[in-house]
């Protein structure tokens, strides 16, 4: 590297083009689900974690734990319960939990995909983000009459 060591500016654009390199070797679908999981994160610290808690384990016996519920596996139903609340009982890691959740009406579909995104890639088994469109179609196919 001795050819660069007296130029700055020269360096600095090897350092650039390298790292362009690296960013464009990683696909769309790797970087939109990380851009849905940083977001979803930060909006589920806001709407969802006073309950739930940031670990995702619940409170006691009054909210369930997200983490290690079978729920998670039906992304278009976590989508229609954050989006208009649910009062049914549930079922949790052999726990009933009957306290109601509000819906959010204030939250946009793209919101509740980052949402959903983030719970299901921290504490389900999922590795790519939710699409919008298909949270789109879950809450049509849910909405309450």
Not at 2 to 31: H, I, P, T, W, Y
Not at 62 to 72: A, F, Q, R, T, V
């Amino acid at each position: 590297m001795k050819l660069f060591q007296g130029n700055r500016g020269a360096r600095a654009l090897v350092l650039a083009s390298a790292m362009l390199g690296l960013a464009s070797c990683r696909n769309s679908e790797e970087l939109k689900s990380e851009q849905y999981f940083v977001t979803g994160q930060q909006l589920f610290m806001t709407n969802c974690a006073n309950c739930h808690q940031m670990d995702g384990k619940g409170m006691s016996n009054l909210y369930p734990p997200i983490e290690g519920s079978s729920i998670l596996t039906d992304k278009a139903r976590v989508a229609c319960i954050i989006q208009y609340g649910m009062s049914d009982t549930i079922i949790v890691n052999g726990k009933k939990f009957s306290r109601p959740m509000p819906p959010n009406p204030k939250l946009t579909e793209i919101e509740i995909a980052e949402i959903v995104s983030f719970v299901s890639m921290k504490w389900g088994k999922d590795s790519v983000y939710t699409p919008i469109e298909f949270v789109h179609k879950a809450l049509v196919e849910c909405k309450p009459d």
